[in-house]
């Protein structure tokens, strides 16, 4: 039934070639107990391993039932293992972490035999072989005798017509040997026992025929005794293995080897929390950046204001802004528009405030001192931490900044009287109606540009550009200025006097020219008397009128801001404003970053590091679980020896390492869910996973799973990348 006819089998090692064996050809049947025999490196392994279709074979043919063998794939041989061979080996092959009873059900569950049938069957073996009674014992805790026991008992529940036995008793005593041997040859009568053994006289009482081999030839054939060849073959069932039964074994593996257990589920649970850490940062990152909303133009970005401007780009009138305020939504008008984004600061010898400026109006109550009663008296706000060492400000005097001083001859003081607390670092200064107005001016005037010419009063023919400052004086008369006396290049001395003076005043909002008339000219002994000034430090302005100055740049409203009451109907708000023939701007709707692009490109990089991050931990994690499976070596090529596929090996995998990652997974969960509920008190984890949405904990679950698959597969490959042999070998 089995015939081999001048097969060779050679290895091929780094380029180098060398002989297993060389032109056997021999005969077997069924009922025969055939010794192998030979000093070693005869080659009597390699040929028990190409008999059992662990290895492949390159000369010759090798024939099973009279069909040829020499054509077969890895898939056939796994079917003609299933078919014919059972394998004991003298390092006993079992699978240490599992009990007796498991070994042998491994098999029969791996043939597709149903886990009931499976029982009785195994329990039926066990009693044969007198092991019935270490059923539940671990294979590792059994002596060499027993273990051999156990592997046999394997191959009689493959129940396969040939069995193959490779120094079964190489590492058992005498008083094991000879239980094992007996036991191979009570079953032998109605298979085929082939046994290698360099100790002959060990089986010589039970074996059928001898072979002795030498340097990779057979040296003798010798038939020791009869046998039964009658024997009838009955064809050998077996199928794939049942899906119930995978589960089992998958599970079971997943749980038989506890460290392996905790360091797989272990590496799971640092994926998955260093992906959380990384994407709740990632995403409390991008979150930080929008609210910095550092808006150029405008510094007071409250949601409830709206800036509003005329079509037309005139001025507004009282009419407009009544028409204004019969807006359902509207709350009040800002009308110089600027003072909210104006940014003031005070000081005195001990104190430094700075603050947006408010109207005082909107102050109702203080915290300390009391509310203004003056013109001059003012409000500001201040952070608790701050109160303590500088509430003594109230009562004290506080001039405005350098800018305001530059325009106007004398310190514009301010007496603070109250102080607003506050837990925010926004700080608001409250001043009087009179208070905003005088600032509302100084800006106006510095973000207005004047230009003056000066010219003959008759006629437009003398052109000049004049420069200086100019400054408003009470002592001027209204349409008047008042020019240094040595202007001798513009007009010779004492002429000037009558002539016209003209004022280009320029900003966003207006373009407008006035002219004034000289009244006098100034030299070092007026100064004073005609201007009220210094003369050190104003010689060579220009003075006019103080209202006239004034009125330069005060030329009405071109842009206000209304405050809204609810800024859930600030769209119907808009809308009604823009039926006024008015442009309106709401911040929110423009604010941006500070640089659109500047953040795009930020939020780039961070998905890049992110990207990276988890490329990384991945292989970091692929590598570690590749590791730990390192040691299920063993395992799976010891399972394909016993017959598993390919696929087989790949799903048992597979289900080992889903129920690993799924109780990670699991556990990570809980653990997040205890933080959110707070029956765990983590705040940094609390905080991050409110960043952390449905969709990323499924995108979580889903990188855990591709990489089960892709380990499962990437492992299973391995495997079976060489002849079962071969990556056997590789492992013990
Ligand atoms: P035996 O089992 O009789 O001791 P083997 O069948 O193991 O002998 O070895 C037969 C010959 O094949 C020896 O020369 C041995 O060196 C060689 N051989 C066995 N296995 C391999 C292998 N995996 N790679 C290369 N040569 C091998
Ligand atoms: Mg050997």
Not at 69 to 90: A, L, P, V, W
Not at 284 to 301: H, K, Q, R
């Amino acid at each position: 039934m089995l015939e081999l006819k001048n097969v060779s089998k050679y290895y091929y090692n780094k380029g180098m070639v060398s002989s297993g064996f060389t032109k056997v050809s021999l005969k077997f049947n069924i009922g025969e107990f055939v010794a192998i025999t030979g000093e070693s490196g005869s080659g009597k392994s390699t040929l028990l391993n190409v008999i059992s279709g662990l290895d492949s074979y390159e000369e010759g043919e090798m024939y099973i039932f009279g069909s040829e063998t020499s054509h077969y794939t890895e898939k056939d041989y796994e079917i003609y293992r299933k078919k014919y061979i059972g394998n004991i080996f003298q390092n006993f092959n079992l699978i240490n972490s599992y009990t007796v009873y498991q070994n042998v059900e491994l098999i029969l569950l791996l043939n597709g035999t149903k886990k009931k049938d499976a029982k009785a069957k195994t329990l039926e073996i066990l009693k044969k072989v007198d092991l019935y009674k270490y059923k539940n014992k671990k294979v590792s805790r059994l002596s060499g005798g027993q273990k051999q026991r156990v592997a046999i008992a394997r191959a009689l529940a493959s129940d396969t017509p040939i069995i193959l036995a490779d120094e079964p008793t190489g590492n058992l005593d005498k008083k094991s040997s000879e239980s094992v041997l007996r036991l191979l040859h009570e079953i032998s009568h109605d298979k085929l026992v082939i046994i290698v053994t360099h100790n002959y006289d060990q089986v010589e009482e039970y074996v059928t025929r001898k072979i002795t081999m030498h340097d990779g030839r057979v040296l003798e054939d010798k038939k020791i005794k009869d046998y039964d060849d009658n024997i009838e073959i009955k064809e050998r069932n077996y199928a794939n293995i049942r899906p119930l039964s995978k589960m089992l074994l998958g599970f079971r593996n997943a749980f038989n080897i506890p460290v392996k257990f905790f360091l797989i589920s272990f590496v799971y649970l640092f994926i998955v929390f260093a992906l959380f850490f990384a994407y709740a940062a990632f995403a409390e990152g991008s979150d930080d950046s929008s609210d910095s909303n550092l808006n150029n133009y405008f510094s007071s970005l409250d949601n409830k204001r709206i800036i509003i401007k005329k079509n037309d780009r005139s001025a507004f009138s009282k009419e407009d802004y009544e028409n204004i305020l019969k807006i359902d939504n509207i709350d009040s008008i800002v009308k110089n528009d600027l003072l909210l984004d104006e940014f003031i600061s005070l000081n005195n010898d001990n104190y430094y405030l700075y603050g947006n400026v408010r109207n005082v109006d909107e102050v109702t109550k203080v915290d300390l001192g009391s509310l203004p009663t003056q013109n001059n008296e003012i409000v500001v706000t201040m952070n608790e931490n701050e109160v303590d060492y500088q509430k003594d400000i109230i009562g004290k005097k506080v001039s405005l900044d350098d800018l305001f001083n530059y325009t106007t001859n004398k310190k514009y003081e301010l007496l603070i009287t109250g102080i607003i607390i506050t837990d925010g670092w926004a700080y608001n200064i409250y001043v009087s109606d009179k208070v905003q107005e005088d600032i509302g001016n100084n800006i106006n005037k510095i973000n207005t540009s004047l230009k003056y010419k000066f010219y003959d009063i008759e006629g437009t023919s003398n052109l000049y550009n004049v420069t200086g400052e100019i400054i408003g004086s009470s002592r001027v008369s209204s349409g008047k200025v008042i020019i240094p006396d040595d202007w001798s290049y513009v007009c010779p001395k004492s002429k000037c006097k009558g002539k016209a003076f003209k004022v280009n005043t320029k900003n966003i909002f207006f373009n407008e020219s006035k002219s004034f008339e000289v009244s006098n000219t100034y030299t070092k002994k007026n100064f004073s008397s005609l201007t009220g000034y210094n003369f050190d430090n104003y010689n060579g302005a220009i003075f006019i009128n103080d209202k006239d100055y004034n009125n330069l740049f005060n030329k009405g409203y071109y842009q206000s801001s209304v405050i809204i009451k609810n800024e859930k109907n600030v769209r119907d708000t808009i809308s009604s404003l823009e039926k006024l023939n008015l442009k309106v701007l709401y911040i929110p709707d423009v604010s941006f970053p500070f640089s659109e692009t500047f953040t795009r490109v930020i939020n780039i990089i961070r998905v890049i590091v992110i990207s990276i991050l988890i490329i990384v931990l991945f292989f970091i994690s692929y590598f570690i679980i590749r590791l730990i499976l390192k040691s299920r070596n063993i395992y799976y090529s010891t399972i394909r020896i016993l017959g598993a596929s390919s696929k087989t090996t790949k799903d048992l995998l597979n289900i080992e390492l889903l129920v690993v990652s799924h109780i990670s997974y699991l556990i990570f969960i809980a653990f997040i869910l205890l933080v959110k509920f707070k029956y765990i008190k983590n705040e940094i984890i609390y905080d991050l996973s409110s960043y952390v949405n449905y969709s990323t904990y499924l995108l979580m679950y889903i990188i855990l799973l591709v990489m089960t698959f892709l380990i499962a597969y990437r492992y299973a490959r391995k495997i079976f990348k060489d002849s079962a042999m071969n990556s056997y070998r590789e492992e013990v």
